[in-house]
């Protein structure tokens, strides 16, 4: 079974940044797509961002781009999101999802514990 390991999150404030990382255990880490969801406090998770196996092919939230950037390095099993002009609507546990799939499908098959982003106004 897959580990996903995020890292990256925490307080800064309003129009900052910060970049998340996740880490993942499987030497086929480059055969899957891969994806960030949210949870902030009160609502229901949502899907923010996913990138194909590849890196070519990526999607966003409408809410987040323009701002987070997506990105993979399947040699070092790594995936990123950058975050961008951070509003306070953004704060929120992020989590790590890989896809059973080389492209995202709408129900990732395996999570990360996730990582707190908390922004301040």
């Known amino acids: 079974q897959v580990q996903l390991v995020e890292s990256g999150g925490g307080l800064v404030q309003a129009g900052g940044s910060l970049r998340l990382s996740c880490a993942a255990s499987?030497?086929?880490?480059?055969?899957?797509?891969m994806g960030w969801f949210r949870q902030a406090p009160g609502k229901e998770r949502e899907f923010v961002a996913a990138i194909s196996w590849g890196g070519r092919s990526t999607n966003y939230q409408d809410s987040v781009k323009g701002r987070f950037t997506i990105s993979r390095d399947n040699a070092k099993n790594t995936l990123w999101l950058q975050m961008n002009r951070l509003r306070p609507e953004d704060t929120a546990v992020y989590y790590c999802v890989k896809y059973n799939s080389p492209l995202p499908r709408a129900v990732p098959g395996e999570w990360g514990q996730g990582t707190q982003v908390t922004v301040s106004s």
């Open positions: 499987e030497h086929t880490f480059n055969n899957y797509a």
